[in-house]
């Protein structure tokens, strides 16, 4: 196997302490967060208490100034424990970084600390029940009314949604202007007017709190505007590589976990006689998968060089997404059928990977949607 370079011993111990939390604080309640949607908020605060929450945030607003290697083996730390409960990476890597480029230095001031610390849990909510892939369709609306602004419409899908205490909302602040009439306000859970509706029963990821989000005249302050009025869609934009290349780490990460389970798997099941691991097609099988995960780890590691160096562009990060989550999906399909009937069982961690692994294609831009961005570089254009 071609060694990775990325990172340091220091990172290594990180890895170390993350693995244990993920071993003592999240896989032994993870069963019962799944039946009842959730996780406790108990352990956001265990994670904020240990610094595995917001760790690249600068340290005056609660962070370590890491850099974003910490944050890639907190992702893979949470696949291999095929933990798809916990919202951290969104929270730490999508949200807080928008609060950081974009908030006031009142607004840092006063989520960042308490987001590192697990005290607050954020979300983002572009997506309504309208308008997904085509955000510009988005029809929440934030009118200007003195030194507040107005906000009115409906949030879905929305990760960390039930138990979040703040959200980013994209919202339009110039309908007329579409793209360029879009901004981004933090409204807080506290705001009246602001209510959470269902938590949405999903196939998978069935301990993460995806929920609707209503909003009904909720007076949201001017100052909490990111950035300048109008600009939203243009900070959107500036952050979806690094958003992108998060699905690519977490999905060859999980690809990964599940090849070691389904080499464990078939070395001890038999059949016929001899184990499942002596038949040709199981070996084939999983030497043309390992292949094809080696080659994904090689792409995203070099993806992950690139953020760090501040060149990762858009197409080739959608490029990371499209290609390690679809191989995810064909690495889950293919183990769960090494697996035999087994492999349809929840108490295999390969049977709820496989459900769990499906939503990679589809959310942070639709697999097809990364295919219109790669296509675009290649200066061909698109659909109207
Ligand atoms: C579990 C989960 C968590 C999520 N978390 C969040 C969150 O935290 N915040 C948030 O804002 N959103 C979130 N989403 C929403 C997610 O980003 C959207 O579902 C996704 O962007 C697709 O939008 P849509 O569902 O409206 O599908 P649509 O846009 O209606 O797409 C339907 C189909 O049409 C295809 N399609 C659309 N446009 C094109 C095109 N131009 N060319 C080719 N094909 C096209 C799509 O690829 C798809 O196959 C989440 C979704 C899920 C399922």
């Known amino acids: 196997m071609i060694p990775r370079t990325l990172f340091s011993p220091e990172h290594e111990t990180f890895r170390d302490s993350v693995r244990r939390f993920m071993q003592d604080e999240v896989v032994p309640h993870d069963e019962r967060w799944q039946e009842q949607g959730f996780a406790d ?9 240990n610094g595995f929450l917001c760790p690249s945030m600068p340290p005056e607003y609660g962070g370590a100034g890491a850099d974003r290697l910490y944050s890639v083996v907190l992702m893979e730390e949470q696949a291999r424990a095929n933990n798809s409960t916990l919202g951290f990476g969104l929270h730490s890597e999508i949200v807080a970084p928008y609060l950081l480029a974009y908030g ?38 934030a009118q200007k009314k003195g030194r507040h602004y107005r906000v009115n419409g409906s949030k879905t899908f929305i990760t960390n949604g039930w138990n979040c205490d703040l959200v980013i909302v994209v919202a339009k602040t110039d309908p007329a202007k579409g793209a360029k009439g879009t901004s981004l306000l933090v409204v807080d859970t506290a705001m009246k007017g602001f209510t959470k509706g269902r938590r949405l029963k999903k196939m998978g990821l069935k301990g993460q709190d995806t929920a609707e989000l209503f ?11 990111l950035g300048q009025e109008g600009n939203g869609f243009v900070y959107l934009m500036q952050e979806l590589p690094w ?43 999983l ?63 390969i049977a709820r990977a496989y459900v769990d692994a499906r939503v990679q294609r589809i959310y942070g831009g639709t697999n097809e949607i990364m295919k219109e961005v790669i296509s675009r570089s290649l200066g061909l254009g698109g659909e109207k």
């Not at 230095?105 to 909510?125: D, H, R, T, V």
Request: proline share 2%; aromatic share 8%.
């Open 41 to 49: 908020r108990e352990v956001w605060r265990k994670a904020g208490a």
């Open 104 to 141: 006031t230095e009142a607004l840092k001031k006063k989520y960042l600390p308490k987001m590192a610390a697990g005290e607050m849990i954020a979300a983002i909510a572009m997506s309504e029940p309208g308008a997904g892939s085509d955000l510009q369709g988005v029809k929440t609306t």
């Open 215 to 225: 909003f009904d005249n909720v007076e949201v302050p001017a100052e909490n505007l």
């Open 243 to 285: 958003e992108r290349l998060q699905i690519a780490i977490s999905a060859a990460a999980k690809a990964e976990a599940a090849l070691e389970w389904t080499r464990a798997y078939v070395t001890e099941r038999k059949a016929f006689g001899r184990t499942v691991a002596s038949f040709q097609n199981t070996r084939f099988k």
């Open 287 to 349: 030497a043309e998968l390992a292949t094809e995960v080696q080659i994904a780890r090689v792409f995203v590691d070099r993806c992950i060089e690139l953020l760090l160096n501040k060149t990762l562009d858009a197409a080739t990060a959608s490029m990371a997404k499209y290609w390690v989550s679809d191989l995810e999906c064909k690495v889950m399909d293919e183990c769960v059928q090494l697996h035999g009937g087994y492999g349809y069982m929840l108490e295999f961690p």
